[in-house]
């Protein structure tokens, strides 16, 4: 543990750490474009000068590391004076696109510039190199060659993280830039974060080219609804749309980055979502109030209930449910409808495409926490069972799809139940075919955890309301139970986590104090 | 001209000359005949105009209704950056961007809208601009219309004047 003085303020490190690392752990921010905290050092960018006594010259920040007794400073005029001049030999080939890039506002050259630069610019326009733009370099980037200040962070990540390589440096000088090899695109599944490791505009996202400026955007923590590998992330949205996912540092979970799938989850919360509560009378559907809603589907199932037992009734439950939603579901299942015929299936349509990193073949965010909560996948199969065999009259389904199954087999499975309601968020052969629709809103509209396949238990946050007349789960499940007589008093996920955590032991002791935002293993779990 | 506010102290009951209307009717008339017999005689002094044939000269600093400036082809020199958008006060402006057919502009808006009726004409839009793409005219506030669809201007409105 080395002792040194930053800007006159004295800490102790751990050994091995370098004057950047440190700096940051003590809140002083040392400018830097090629640094990055999961890629290797490189030292080409020369952004992080600092002083450091006994030096007879200004030492890069990001690969020096911290010895005894060092004292550093990177406020004094000399390391302010190099800074800018690093950055102005940096923006000296840099086009003036800022209206056109999409890096605007999150620029890490617009944002030094405002600290160190403020200069005119001592080139004239016209000598300015340049280099081709928007080059669709494959997957999920548009590459600007000249907006590029030659860093490499996207070449080592490239190299290191995806071991793809893809890209490289080329050409000498004034001409150097970075670019793909001739007709080999990009081919990962990890491009996406290309963009969010270039600190300028040369790399940016396809998929949210000229969507929207990003100072409009506002950010919520959340945890990608994708697969059940449930990497942390930050949900961009703006009036109610979401706009980007991007990854939230975790590094028991997914370091800095996601995959591009994961990327793309956020259309399903935007795109033909269910937004009113819905009746199927003779065929024709209607749109209802919720209290009218939830009314004939409590009415239905107490009357199945009634009529033909227990065993009449059936809940199947989903993985994209949070615990908290689950958890009600299995007490409504169990305790208030009384029915053994519950359970959840972690299939889904698609080839459950996996590999080593981050994508897991299961593509729902709490197949662990349905597990845990007492669904099984058993359950799932005796439920479909009893419903060929005709058993089920009033059945409770939650998610938009059915398993891996075809639109026919959804059809014709559930014309065999005379009740099919469904708490759902997307249009589909359920909803079609669903008696009572109840719309539910979508991972960006409502709070609570998920548990991934580690069995961590991650929070996900609430960004804006839910579409148009979309309900909460938890209140949908609460509503439904009252209709059917219980006494539940919760308000908000926060009261059903803390009834969970009474009640179960895999989640004893948690609350979502101490999960924080970086989340919990579940007892057993890794 | 001022305009003053005289205080008329009103009496609980009417007299009976009062309640009969018919005099004050006269009474009135004869207050509006003095004023119209007054303005016939001095025509110059009446501080209405007979808009639109006659139009008030505005001040030569004054800017009134936007306009998109155009490059040499005739395409938007808007590139749709959204910085009038933002420095908006009244939030009239909507920008929707697209990929633009010229690869060397790359981005242009697809729509451009302003809400004549929420603008407040302060002119941070046209100061923001880094392109030079947006103006404001002088000498003329904005036309009035008839329904307050017309008074929001989309792109091709915009950029025809």
């Given at each position: 543990m080395p002792n040194f003085t930053i800007n006159g303020i004295a800490a102790a490190v751990p050994d091995g750490t370098t004057i950047l690392a440190a700096a940051h752990m003590i809140g002083i921010e040392i400018p830097h474009y090629?640094?990055?905290?999961?890629l290797s050092i490189?030292?080409?960018?020369?952004?992080?000068l600092v002083e450091v006594e006994k030096f007879p010259k200004l030492q890069i920040a990001c690969n020096t590391v911290v010895t005894e007794g060092m004292v550093v400073r990177s406020d004094t005029e000399k390391v302010r004076k190099a800074v800018t001049g690093v950055l102005e030999l940096m923006l000296i080939?840099?086009?003036?696109d800022c209206p056109i890039?999409?890096?605007?506002?999150?620029?890490g050259l617009q944002n030094y510039y405002m600290k160190f630069g403020l200069h005119k610019s001592?080139?004239?326009?016209?000598?300015k190199v340049h280099k081709k733009k928007?080059?669709?370099?494959?997957?999920q980037i548009v590459l600007?060659?000249?907006?590029?200040?030659?860093?490499s962070r996207c070449v080592r990540f490239l190299q290191?993280?995806?071991?793809?390589?893809?890209m490289e440096f080329f050409q000498r000088g004034d001409h150097s830039e970075i670019s793909i090899f001739p007709?080999?695109?990009?081919?990962?599944?990890?491009?996406?974060?290309l963009a969010d490791i270039?600190?300028?505009?040369?790399l940016t996202s396809k998929d949210f080219?000229?969507?929207?400026?990003?100072?409009?955007l506002s950010s919520v923590e959340s945890i990608c609804p994708?697969?059940?590998?449930?990497c942390n992330i930050v949900a961009d949205f703006k009036g109610g749309i979401l706009y980007r996912l991007k990854p939230r540092r975790n590094d028991d979970v997914n370091q800095t980055w996601m995959c591009d799938f994961g990327r793309l989850e956020y259309k399903k919360a935007n795109e033909s979502r269910l937004l009113v509560p819905v009746l199927r009378e003779a065929g024709k559907p209607v749109a209802a109030s919720w209290d009218e809603a939830l009314m004939t589907s409590a009415m239905r199932f107490r009357e199945a209930a009634e009529k033909h037992?227990?065993?009449s009734v059936a809940v199947i439950a989903s993985p994209q449910s949070s615990n908290e939603e689950l958890f009600l579901a299995k007490k409504l299942a169990s305790?208030?409808?009384?029915?053994?015929t519950f359970g959840f299936t972690s299939r889904t349509p698609g080839d459950g495409f996996s590999d080593?990193?981050?994508?897991?073949?299961?593509?729902?965010?709490n197949s662990m926490g349905a597990q845990l909560l007492g669904f099984a996948e058993e359950g799932f199969g005796r439920a479909v069972k009893a419903i060929s065999d005709g058993k089920i009259r009033a059945l409770l389904i939650f998610g938009?799809?059915?398993?891996?199954?075809?639109d026919a087999e959804v059809e014709s499975l559930l014309s065999k139940v005379s009740f099919v309601a469904q708490v759902g968020t997307g249009d589909g052969a359920v909803s079609r075919a669903a008696h009572a629709v109840l719309p539910s809103a979508s991972f960006a509209e409502r709070g609570g955890t998920f548990t991934n396949i580690a069995g961590r238990v991650q929070r996900f946050r609430k960004g804006f309301a839910p579409r148009g007349k979309a309900g909460n789960d938890i209140e949908i499940l609460v509503g439904l139970a009252k209709r059917l007589g219980a006494d539940w008093k919760f308000d908000g996920e926060e009261s059903v986590f803390k009834a969970l955590s009474e009640a179960s032991a895999s989640f004893s002791g948690m609350s979502y104090e101490s999960l924080g935002s970086g989340g919990r293993a579940v007892a057993g779990g890794q | 001209m001022t305009i003053g506010v005289k205080k008329v102290a009103r009496p609980e009951q009417m007299s009976f000359g009062e309640s009969l209307y018919l005099l004050e009717i006269m009474k009135g008339l004869a207050v509006t005949m003095g004023h119209f017999l007054h303005n016939i005689a001095h025509?110059?002094?009446?501080?209405?105009?007979?808009?639109p044939e006659v139009r008030r000269t505005m001040p030569a600093r004054f800017r009134g209704c936007h306009r998109l400036m155009k490059r040499p082809d005739g395409s938007?020199?808007?590139?749709?950056?959204?910085m009038c958008a933002t420095a908006c006060p009244a939030k009239c402006i909507t920008i929707v961007a697209g990929e633009s057919p010229d690869p060397a502009v790359e981005k242009y808006p697809v729509r451009f809208d302003i809400d004549m009726l929420r603008?407040?004409?302060?002119g941070q839009c046209v100061e923001a601009c880094p392109c030079d793409a947006i103006r404001m005219d002088t000498g003329w506030h904005t036309p009035p219309e008839d329904?307050?669809?017309?008074?929001?201007?989309?792109i091709d409105k915009l950029l025809e004047k």
């Open positions: 090629c640094y990055h905290p999961k490189a030292g080409n960018c020369r952004m992080c080939h840099h086009p003036v890039c999409d890096q605007a506002g999150e620029c001592r080139y004239d326009l016209e000598d928007v080059q669709d370099i494959g997957g600007d060659a000249e907006r590029c200040i030659l860093c290191e993280v995806t071991k793809t390589g893809e007709g080999r695109k990009l081919s990962n599944n990890y491009t996406g974060n270039c600190p300028v505009g040369a080219r000229f969507k929207c400026r990003v100072w409009y994708g697969c059940s590998n449930g037992g227990p065993g305790e208030i409808l009384k029915t053994e080593d990193f981050l994508i897991k073949a299961d593509k729902n965010p938009n799809v059915l398993s891996d199954l075809s | 025509n110059k002094e009446i501080p209405t105009i007979e808009y938007p020199r808007c590139v749709a950056c959204y603008c407040v004409f302060c329904t307050r669809e017309k008074l929001i201007y989309m």
